[in-house]
Every structure is written in structure tokens, then in C-alpha cells.
């Protein structure tokens, strides 16, 4: 029964708790959902602390409390706790502290209505609280992967090197040209190579790359990408999950990490998990890879017309040339990845050329930043 004679509670200890800390949990859910909207652009995160916001007031409507009752146990002139003041609350180093600091505030918040809605009692309640708060670390986690992912960028074409493909020239060599004929980005693709001459080989890729700004993406393999200095490393469908490759002991925080995928509910997936780039494909028949389905051009239609995908990083691929990447331009991709059209050419600098000349210009190469 809706409790409505404000003057018997108006010094109510559990209507004093559950206002102030309602209020905590709303403010800080408004910090990491302007951080996720404004400073990272991510979509889904920013939908999911939005949901958590219309979840908590839902939550608070199951409290025997309405607002009048909450409001008239406010007592904020005399409520010690507002003088009370640690050095720490007055400083934040970044957006990172900002957002962890929110995260804090708001978890506890959820605590603390959690035990004083039982004591009311408002079982239902208690029960939506303590659901909460497990959303809650869910959203800490992935409000701080974000923030400490490199910034993300949308490379206009990636050259996937692999040493099997290079007919004219030698590997290395054909990484040089490709940089030349305008690719802003290597991926090193060896399935077969022992570890110390991979990594040896991602070093090589490093050294020429970094001094012209072009980036590095390691295939697979997230401690080679780390070992070597690569910008990224790149996983398949049943590589590491997301999340593992960021935390340690692999300190993959310094990794830009993309994901392959063949569809919208992969892209989605691999998003929400906090990629910085996905790749899309296969586009066209290709020889590099045996796929028996092609995703086509009408997948990169689709993903960037998807509002919670358009502005994540992409790298449309597979049998991608210069006969057919105008079918991509065309549904507005934004970035290729090519293999053999490049490694097997005898000029490979003017086969990235001649790809390059038919992408649109780059607009923003921090889409999500």
C-alpha cells in the first residue's frame, strides 16, 4: 500500500537512504553514459546505460515510497555526510578516473537501495536493485575496455601480407611497394611459421610502417601484435574472445582489435564486446580462403545503415580487385582489405594505387573517438 502521509516520515531513515542514494546512482549513470556517448561514440554502450537509467526508475516505482514521501525525507542543509570531503573526490586525472569514480558511486548506490528495500520490506524491489548492480559491473567492465582501447581508426586499404602469395617480389618488399601505391595499413597473415620467425617478421612489418604512419595488424595472434609493437591484432570467429585479449596478463589495453565476421548479428556481437574494427566478408569468390557463403556487397549496405554499427571502423574483404571494388564504393564502404590482388602483382604499388584512386576520400580517421 502506497504510503502518502508525508508527515510520518519525514525523518524515515530507509526514505532518507533510498532518496539520497537513487539520486547517486542516477548522477553517476548520467557520467559513464555521457562518457560513452560524447568521448566515445559508442551506440551500444551508450544505449545500454541508458536502458540501466529507465531500469533503476522502473525499480524505484516497486518501492512502497512515492517521490513526495522521498523528497520530504531530504534533508540536505543538515545531512553531515554533504560537508564531509575526501582530496580524492575533488580531482579526476582523465575521463578514464571520471568514469571509474561514476562506476563506483553507482554500484554501491545499488547496494545501499538494495539492504534499505528490504527493511521496508519491498522483497520485488530489493530483488530489481541487486539485478541491477550485476548489470552494473557489467557496464563498469565495459566502459573502462573502451576507454582504454586505442583510439580506432578507418584505414582506407589494408594489405594482408602472406609470403605464399608473393609471386614477384619478396615479402617484405611487397609491404614497402604497398605503402608506396598509398596502403595505410599491413596485416601479416602466416598460419605456419614458428613463433620466433613470426615474430621476427612482425618486427621487420613494424620497422618499415611506423616511421611512414601506416599501421601494423598481426593476424591471430595477440601476444606476437604486443611482443612486436603492432597497432592491432586481428581474430576469427573462434580466436580469443574480446575481453580476454584486453586484460592481463596479455595487457592487450594497448591493441586495437578487430573481428572477422559474416553477418549483422556477428558484427552486432563483436561490437557490443567492444571491437575496434570489423571486417566484412567475404565480398566476392576468392582463392586466399574457402568460403562456401558469400556475405556480399549487400552486407556492407547493411552494416553501415545499421545505427548501432555505422560509425565502427570496417574493412569490407575477400576477392576484392579493381573490376568490382566500385560495387562497394557504391553501398558506402569505407575500407577494403585485399590479398592477392596486391602480393601476386608484378607492381603492387600501382595495383594500391589504382584501389585507392576508387575509395572515397577519408573523412574521419577516429570514427568512434
Not at 15 to 25: F, H, L
Not at 34 to 45: K, Q, Y
Not at 219 to 232: E, F
Not at 303 to 329: C, K, M, W, Y
Request: neutral net charge.
Amino acid at each position: 500500500m502506497l504510503i502518502s502521509r508525508l508527515s510520518s516520515h519525514r525523518m524515515n531513515p530507509a526514505a532518507r537512504i533510498i532518496d539520497a542514494n537513487a539520486n547517486r546512482a542516477r548522477e553517476a549513470l548520467r557520467v559513464m553514459e555521457d562518457t560513452a556517448r560524447f568521448a566515445l561514440d559508442n551506440a551500444l554502450l551508450t544505449a545500454s546505460l541508458k536502458q540501466l537509467r529507465h531500469d533503476l526508475q522502473a525499480a524505484m516505482a516497486l518501492l512502497p515510497l512515492d517521490r513526495a514521501v522521498l523528497i520530504s525525507s531530504r534533508d540536505t542543509e543538515a545531512d553531515i555526510g554533504v560537508r564531509i570531503k575526501t582530496d580524492s573526490e575533488l580531482s579526476r586525472t582523465d575521463l578514464t578516473h571520471t568514469a571509474a569514480a561514476a562506476a563506483s558511486r553507482l554500484t554501491e548506490a545499488l547496494r545501499s537501495l538494495e539492504e534499505a528495500a528490504k527493511t521496508l520490506p519491498a522483497p520485488q524491489a530489493a530483488a530489481a536493485f541487486e539485478s541491477l548492480r550485476y548489470r552494473a559491473y557489467t557496464a563498469d567492465k565495459e566502459l573502462t575496455l573502451a576507454l582504454n582501447s586505442p583510439r580506432p581508426r578507418q584505414w582506407r586499404l589494408c594489405v594482408l601480407i602472406t609470403e605464399s602469395l608473393c609471386k614477384h617480389h619478396a615479402w617484405l618488399k611487397v609491404a614497402e611497394l604497398a605503402i608506396n601505391g598509398g596502403a595505410d595499413c599491413l596485416q601479416l597473415r602466416e598460419k605456419s611459421l614458428d613463433d620466433r620467425e613470426l615474430l621476427q617478421r612482425a618486427k621487420s612489418l613494424v620497422a618499415l610502417s611506423r616511421p611512414r604512419g601506416v599501421s601494423v595488424v598481426i593476424n591471430d595472434r595477440p601476444d606476437i601484435a604486443l611482443l612486436s609493437g603492432a597497432d592491432a591484432v586481428h581474430l576469427g570467429q573462434t580466436d580469443l574472445p574480446i575481453a580476454d585479449v584486453r586484460v592481463q596478463p596479455l595487457r592487450g589495453g594497448s591493441l586495437l582489435i578487430g573481428v572477422s565476421t559474416e553477418n549483422l548479428d556477428q558484427a552486432r556481437a563483436a561490437a557490443q564486446s567492444g571491437a575496434d574494427y570489423i571486417a566484412l566478408g567475404p565480398m566476392f569468390p576468392t582463392t586466399t580462403k574457402d568460403k562456401p557463403r558469400l556475405a556480399g556487397p549487400q552486407y556492407v549496405r547493411s552494416f553501415v545503415s545499421d545505427e548501432s554499427l555505422a560509425r565502427v571502423p570496417h574493412l569490407a574483404i575477400g576477392g576484392i580487385n579493381t573490376g568490382n571494388v566500385a560495387q562497394l564504393v557504391e553501398v558506402g564502404c569505407r575500407g577494403i582489405a585485399v590479398s592477392s590482388f596486391v602480393c601476386s602483382a608484378p607492381d603492387p604499388a600501382s595495383a594500391c594505387t589504382a584501389l585507392v584512386e576508387r575509395l572515397p576520400p577519408s573523412t574521419s580517421s577516429d570514427l568512434r573517438t
